[in-house]
C-alpha cells in the first residue's frame, strides 16, 4: 500500500474527530444582541454612578447575567461573561437590572452561607466599616429582587435605565 493512501486516510479520521468533539461543545456559545443605553436618575446626579455598572440577568436563566460600566454621560454598553469569555451584547429574552454600586457583580439578596457552619460569610456587623455617604441611588435600585426593572432583548434601540435618589 503506498504511503500518501495511508497519511490521507489517518487525516480523514483525525478531521472527522474533531468535528465530532466541535459538535459537542467546542466553541460553544451563545446568541446576544447589541444592547446599548443609558442610565437616568432623577433627582441625583449620573456623574456619581460613573464607573459602577448596571447589570441584566436573563429570567429565563438567572446564571447568565450581562452588564456594562455606566460612563460618565450614563451611557452604558452590555457585555456578557459565558463560558469564561466576554461576549458583546446579551441574549434574547426578559432581563431584570440592577444597578451595581461595589466591584462585586454578585447578587447581594442573601449572604453567602459557608458550608462548615451556619453562619453568614461576612465580618459582623459591628466590625463592618460603614459609609457615611448617601447611595447616588435608592437601595432597591442595587438588587434584582426589588429593583423593578425588566427589559427585553433584543431592543428596538437604546434602553433607557431609569433609577431615582427616593
Known sequence: ????????????????????????????????????????????????????????????????????????????????YYKGRMIPGAPEGTHTARIVISGDLEEEDEPVKRDDDEAPDFQPESTQKKSTAPLPVHARFLRFTTSKLTYTVPTDGEITVQVSTK
Open 1 to 80: 500500500m503506498s504511503y500518501f493512501p495511508r497519511v490521507l486516510g489517518r487525516m480523514a479520521v483525525i478531521g472527522l474527530a474533531v468535528a465530532l468533539a466541535c459538535a459537542t461543545g467546542c466553541g460553544e456559545s451563545i446568541k446576544t444582541h447589541p444592547v446599548r443605553g443609558k442610565v437616568v436618575v432623577e433627582g441625583g446626579d449620573i456623574k456619581k454612578l460613573e464607573g459602577t455598572h448596571v447589570e441584566f440577568r436573563l429570567d429565563s436563566d438567572p446564571s447568565i447575567r450581562s452588564s456594562g460600566e455606566i460612563k460618565e454621560d450614563g451611557s452604558f454598553e452590555l457585555m456578557t
